[in-house]
């Protein structure tokens, strides 16, 4: 069993940065492809973005593109996504999952079904 732990969220006003950090702590991190999704109120879960296991391939969502970007620090056992120019409708539960796949070269899996192991969720709202 991997244990996600989150941290980072909070209150930021609108055009703000935020970074959410994903630990797993006591794992080779390495060995698993790294997401975050996100959960707005009465919506389902969104893919927002995703990393390899190496960190060298990424992939996002469309609507955070140039706006958010996820990388790694496998030294650590540590994901992270950082948030600029943050909008409104950033806001939502964000959630850090992982799945095992040390041979990934790059990011197949953008549906939440895909992904065998979550984080508890950090808010993150975004004032106007």
């Known amino acids: 069993q991997v244990q996600l732990v989150e941290s980072g969220g909070g209150l930021v006003q609108a055009g703000g940065s935020l970074k959410l950090s994903c630990a797993a702590p006591?794992?080779?991190?390495?060995?698993?492809?790294g997401a975050w999704f996100r959960q707005a109120p009465e919506k389902e879960h969104e893919f927002v973005a995703a990393?390899?296991?190496?960190?060298?391939?990424?992939r996002y969502a469309d609507s955070v593109k140039d706006r958010l970007t996820i990388s790694r620090d496998n030294a650590k056992g540590t994901v992270y996504l950082q948030m600029n120019s943050v909008k409104p409708e950033d806001t939502a539960v964000y959630y850090c999952?992982?799945?095992?796949?040390?041979?990934?070269?790059?990011?197949?899996?953008?549906?939440?079904?895909?992904?065998?192991?979550w984080g508890q969720g950090t808010q993150v709202t975004v004032s106007s």
């Open positions: 990393i390899t296991g190496s960190g060298g391939a990424t």
């Open positions: 999952a992982a799945k095992y796949g040390p041979y990934y070269s790059d990011i197949f899996f953008v549906a939440p079904a895909e992904y065998d192991y």
């Open positions: 006591g794992r080779t991190f390495s060995r698993y492809v």
